[in-house]
């Protein structure tokens, strides 16, 4: 059977299956609390266990930044210090940022990610990736201590100076691209620029205000705001987070366009689902649709919510101040309290990609993400200000 009937066929298979799951009225199981300290057991596990991985090891004795664990882990630990009564980072918030720091002060002497050597232009988009990991992590972590460190200056001067200025591609950087959705895929460029605008809101002292840099401000909004329209709903998703971290990025219409968007793809459960969001619909596609139901392996996704889509969602609404009574947002917090595995602390996901099981270390990735995501909307959700929910500290 040719490539496109078998893939025609698993489409119908995989349409009725969704159908089933849309039509299905079956009540999900509601809880109003949740237990940070298994997530953070989970994350700091993952986190260890990615930094000895030898498929992150890089050299001078460092390793690669990856956005599905070490990325949303630098992100999301750091929120959980309250709940759990920590004095300061963890052992192994504190090792990441020393690697990153390690590579920023080693710049001109580190290999990249991945070099042209059996790749084609991947130094070039290992450079970019890292230069705007490097600045978010090292900024997210200076804004605890409301300093900009010498590190982090230096890790954005490295970012700047890999920006495109000109081209179609003008204020981005070139992104690693595997064709993995959501992050490593052809249009990953536009999550990588939307990062490089959280880590300039992010950082302490007003950085965004410094002179020097309001050339590269002005290229970077400029490409988010002419590419937005062709983008897939988790990279604007990427955009209205970015929009709170500087204000003059988006209009108020423009955000609420996007939350609209995103409010129009909760699925009966409350939840989300990141094949439903990865994907750009220009139009009616049949590529987006197969995309929907099937991995490139040709393995099907079922149709239920995950953590990644509704944990990232839920804290992009927040963020964007969507009101705490707003039902859909309740609905969404709601799924999140209400899907942690009670007995390791995760949140489910899978890639969207190729099958890959829980048992394995690899088949974790996306419940890595999931996990930071789910974390940063909960602590976001349980902030004074907002209702808050019953946690477990069990």
């Known amino acids: 059977m040719k490539a496109g009937v078998r893939r025609t066929a698993g489409l119908l298979a995989c349409l009725v299956a969704g159908a089933m799951v849309a039509c299905s009225h079956t009540a999900p199981k509601v809880s109003n609390s949740w237990d940070p300290k298994a ?193 897939s709903t988790i990279n604007r998703v990427f955009l209205l987070w970015a929009s709170t971290k500087l204000p003059e990025l988006l209009a108020r219409d423009q955000q609420e366009a996007i939350i609209k968007e995103i409010l129009s793809k909760q699925q009966a459960d409350g939840g989300w689902r990141l094949a439903s969001i990865a994907w750009r619909w220009n139009g009616w596609s049949l590529r987006s649709f197969v995309n929907m139901w099937l991995r490139e392996d040709g393995t099907p996704m079922d149709g239920n919510s995950d953590g990644v889509a509704t944990g990232v969602i839920t804290f992009a609404l927040q963020e964007t101040g969507v009101p705490r009574d707003n039902s859909q947002l309740e609905r969404g917090i709601s799924w999140l309290m209400s899907n942690q595995n009670a007995a390791e602390g995760f949140w489910p996901a899978s890639s969207v990609n190729k099958r890959r099981h829980m048992s394995s270390d690899t088949g974790r990735f996306m419940s890595d993400a999931a996990t930071a995501f789910a974390v940063l909307a909960l602590t976001e959700h349980q902030r004074p200000t907002n209702p808050v929910a019953s946690v477990s500290n069990h």
């Open 39 to 231: 997530a953070a057991t989970y994350l700091d596990y993952r986190a260890a266990w990615w930094m000895e991985w030898t498929g992150s090891a890089r050299d001078h004795g460092t390793f690669c930044i990856s956005c599905h664990t070490a990325l949303p882990y630098a992100l999301a630990r750091p929120a959980l210090r309250a709940a759990l009564t920590e004095q300061g980072p963890s052992v192994n918030e504190h090792r990441l940022v020393e690697n990153v720091a390690k590579r920023v002060r080693l710049w001109n002497d580190v290999g990249p990610y991945y070099s042209d050597q059996g790749y084609d232009h991947k130094t070039a988009e290992s450079r970019g990736t890292e230069a705007v990991l490097n600045a978010l992590i090292l900024a997210s972590h200076d804004s605890q201590n409301d300093r900009l460190s010498d590190d982090a200056r230096a890790a954005f001067d490295n970012m700047w100076a890999l920006q495109q200025t000109t081209g179609d591609n003008r204020g981005s950087w070139f992104w690693l691209q595997f064709d993995q959705e959501p992050w490593e895929a052809n249009d990953s460029a536009y999550y990588g620029a939307a990062l490089a605008a959280i880590a300039v809101g992010t950082a302490p002292g007003n950085y965004r205000s410094t002179p020097e840099i309001q050339d590269n401000l002005k290229r970077l909004r400029g490409y988010l705001n002419r590419e937005s329209a062709a983008q």
